[in-house]
Structures are given as C-alpha cells and as structure tokens.
C-alpha cells in the first residue's frame, strides 16, 4: 500500500468515482423520465382512440336511427333495401355491411 503507484491509483480513483456515480444518475434519472414521457404518450393516445371509439358508436346510433324511419326498410323488401344500402356503403366506408333482419331471422340486405 505504500508504493507511489498504489498511491497515485487510489488517487486517480477517488478522482475518477464521483462522476461515474453522477453517470450513473443521470442515466437512472434520463430512464426514468422516458418511461414517464411513454406512459404520458401512451395514455394520450389510448385518449383519442377512445373518444374516436365514442364518435363511431354515436355515429352508428344516428345511422341506425334514421334508418329505423325510412319507409323502404320497414317492410324488410330486398328489391327496396338492398339498393339503399349499397348506397349507404359507399358514403360510410367505416361500416363493412348494412342489412335488414327480419322477425324470423333472415336478412334483406
């Protein structure tokens, strides 16, 4: 332990440490706020999807709706709703199908 060599070691090492335990803080700390800024991303996002859900559901219940009045669909007559619906496909792309059940289950679409 008396040799200048161990000495100067102890010496540069003590010089050496305080910085990196400030590294290793402030990689700690930098991890850290990554993970807050993520789950403040993620949060947001799952945010705005979910209000987008709500427009689509409030969206549909007009459609659905307004379709419950129409006087072509009440009488559940493929030759009159299936031409209205194909219509109504293509200025709601959001939906992938519109068709009418009948009280014994069959469908007119």
């Known amino acids: 332990m008396s ?3 161990v000495r100067l ?7 050496v440490l305080p910085t990196l335990a400030l590294a290793l803080v402030m990689a700690a700390e930098q ?7 993520f789950q403040d ?15 689509v559901i409030a969206g549909t219940r007009q459609l ?3 379709l419950a ?9 493929a030759a009159t709703c299936g031409p ?7 200025g709601y792309p959001v939906y992938t199908n519109l068709g009418v059940l009948r009280p ?5 679409v």
């Open 3 to 5: 040799s200048l060599r």
């Open 9 to 15: 070691l102890l010496v540069a090492l003590l010089a």
């Open 31 to 37: 991890r850290r706020l990554a993970t807050v800024t």
């Open 41 to 55: 991303h993620a949060l947001h996002l799952a945010r705005v999807i979910a209000h987008r859900h709500d427009q």
């Open 64 to 66: 659905l709706t307004s």
């Open 69 to 77: 009045h129409v006087p072509a669909v009440a009488p559940g007559d």
């Open 84 to 90: 209205l619906f194909a219509t109504l496909l293509q």
């Open 104 to 108: 014994d289950g069959t469908t007119c």
